[in-house]
């Protein structure tokens, strides 16, 4: 049973950073995909960084680029958003999801079969 659990979300002040950890679960990580995703109030879900797990390429949307950087630890089986210099319009419900493939990961929602359960970020003094 696929299984992803976020953790690290919380009250970050601008400026600060977090680390967000998605533990995975059920599946061997090598053949998938890994994406971080956000969705703040009132808006659609959108893609913010993802992982090819078989060769680690990386994709990181353009809002968050310099900002953000995805890893992975394949012996814990965890995938990590490491987040700095937030600011307001970095608030929103964080989500990992999972997609078996070898092609370039994507920041579509829709090419994501399995989801977490979301942790809250919220970035304000």
């Known amino acids: 049973q696929v299984q992803l659990v976020e953790s690290g979300g919380g009250l970050v002040q601008p400026g600060g950073s977090l680390r967000l950890s998605c533990e995975t679960s059920?599946?061997?990580?090598?053949?998938?995909?890994i994406g971080w995703f956000r969705q703040a109030p009132g808006k659609e879900r959108e893609g913010v960084s993802c992982i090819r797990n078989s060769d680690g390429d990386t994709r990181l949307a353009d809002s968050v680029k310099g900002r953000f950087t995805i890893s992975r630890d394949n012996v814990k089986n965890t995938l990590y958003l490491q987040m700095n210099n937030m600011t307001p319009e970095d608030t929103a419900v964080y989500y990992c999801?999972?997609?078996?493939?070898?092609?370039?990961?994507?920041?579509?929602?829709?090419?994501?079969?399995?989801w977490g359960q979301g942790t809250q970020v919220t970035v304000s003094s």
């Open positions: 999801a999972a997609k078996q493939t070898i092609l370039p990961c994507a920041l579509q929602t829709g090419a994501y079969d399995y």
């Open positions: 059920g599946f061997k990580l090598d053949y998938y995909a």
